[in-house]
């Protein structure tokens, strides 16, 4: 609790005003049924028509001013709460920005989102809720019970013994409902997750003609969080109406024994006073209505609390580290027995030991599914190797952190996010570089002729998640969007796939010169790129099977020869098939 309220730190000021001016408009409120009693024996009751009129402009007076704490109050308070909520919500943001691949993976999007937003925002409604609710709560009752006690001890006795029943009904029912709403909340993030799947995925299902089963599964999954929401929601919205029914019950006993009262000879019992401790009754039904909504909130506030805490408290990806010391590399790269596993049973990748010049280009080659991608997040530091050790130069990048290990790698990965905004600055994001210089990578980007076709130029709008982009030129504003980043290494998974054969050698031709010295890491399925770098890594099943130049591996490297024969479109001959196989199998 305390780490996600640590921040309302600086609002308290304003929360105190409004906390005042909320007990004033209390202590308002609170006075009217007073005047009206006043108004009902000293005047009507007396025939006083001047002392109504006067009484009548006080109490007016009193609404007005109890209208206008509120407004004010509510001002104070909402503001102080929404920049609360805000902040919560940056806090998150920024939380999940440095969260381990791992633990995000852990909660999906849905789950962040829902944790974000939803969740965070129901720790504010409450919040806001304490405070504009609280402030009266405790005035009400107490000033309403002492009141309706001086005007009839009688009447409001009858108050005070339904109190226990309503404490008792707000306990029964707020039991253990912490758990459905734990459920319920699981729920909406899978739900979460599940929509959004399928929005972003929605091409795919219209090419199917898949929406009626779509529909389906939405169906479903929506079917089992309302379930759950009802479950947890069916036993707090029972508190309101059984307690005011209890309290209903109470006010016809008031009135009743009241009336009965008033005809006794000698009694001090008047109309007025009868009323008022009506108006009391309700100013205190009011009351602990609102606290049974409160204590009713309080287990499903309970599990948004723990899921906006868990997100608050996770680790932080760079700690733990040795701190104080940069990681500097100066290009070369060494995998030593290199493995990683996903899931922790089997791994995805082996064994994989193999050097790579500074300033060298090196390809990876191989099959889907043979762990170059793996490699990739490796040497990003967005995993740690399950087996071995990874150097750049001479320094083992397990120990540093890996903001570190990141300063010396400018990344394509396969499938890389464009976000929505002008071209610009989805290649500039932070804005720290001048226009010549964006131009001079989107046009070593080979997105030279794409700038000169629109009228917008860097100002071009892309759509969310560059929607307005083909493939190929996606894949090139990520390409210089790498190549503006300053590193020693740059890494280009799988990023020349969508483009045509020439395209793809004016863009190596423009690498060769802008990144002359540094260390390029290229994964491609196609030979011809291949042959043209100073080494090649081949991938075979999570294993390097080969390491070589396009010649040597031509010769010794049965996997290899396939790719290359199969791509340089001779086929290999039934004889030479049987012999790769074989080779393979050794
Ligand atoms: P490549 O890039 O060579 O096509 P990958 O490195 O992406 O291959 O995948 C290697 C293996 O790891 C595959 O068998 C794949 O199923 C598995 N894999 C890849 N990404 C994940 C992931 N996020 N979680 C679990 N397994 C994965
Ligand atoms: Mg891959």
Redesign the pocket.
Known sequence: MREIFKGIKKYIPRLIAAYILEVLSTLCAVALPTLMTGVVDNGINAGDMQYVYKACAIMAAVTVLDVALIVFSYKLGNEAIIAFNHDLRVRIFGKVLKMPAKEVKKYGVGGLLTRSLDDADRICDVAGTVLSVMASIPITLIAGTVLAFRKSPLLAGILLAFTPIVVLVVFLCGRNTHKHWHIADEEIDRQNTLIRARLSGIRVVRAFNQEPTEQAKIERATRRMSKSIVRGNMRSELVAPISMFVLNVATVLIVAVGAQQMTKPNTLLTAGGVLAVIEYVGMITTGILNVSYFLSEIPRFRTNCRRVKELLTAKDENEGFVRGEELKADGSIRFENVGFS??GDGL?LSGVTAEIGAGETAAFI?G???????LVRLLCGLDTPTEGKIFFGDKDISAYPPVEIRKNISCVR?RDAVFSGTLKNSVDGAGAHTEDEVRSVLADGQMQGFLEEKEEGLEYALGERGSNLSGGQKQRVCISRALLKDAPIYIFDDSFSALDFLTESRLRGALKKRLAGKTQLIVTQRVSTARTCDKILV?DG?KLAAVGKHEELVKNCALYREIHLSQSGEGLTEAEETEAEYEREE
Do not use: H
Request: no cysteine; glycine share 28%; hydrophobic share 15%.
């Open positions: 996903y899931t995805a191989g889907t599914g043979s762990g170059k991608s793996t396969q991938f999570g």
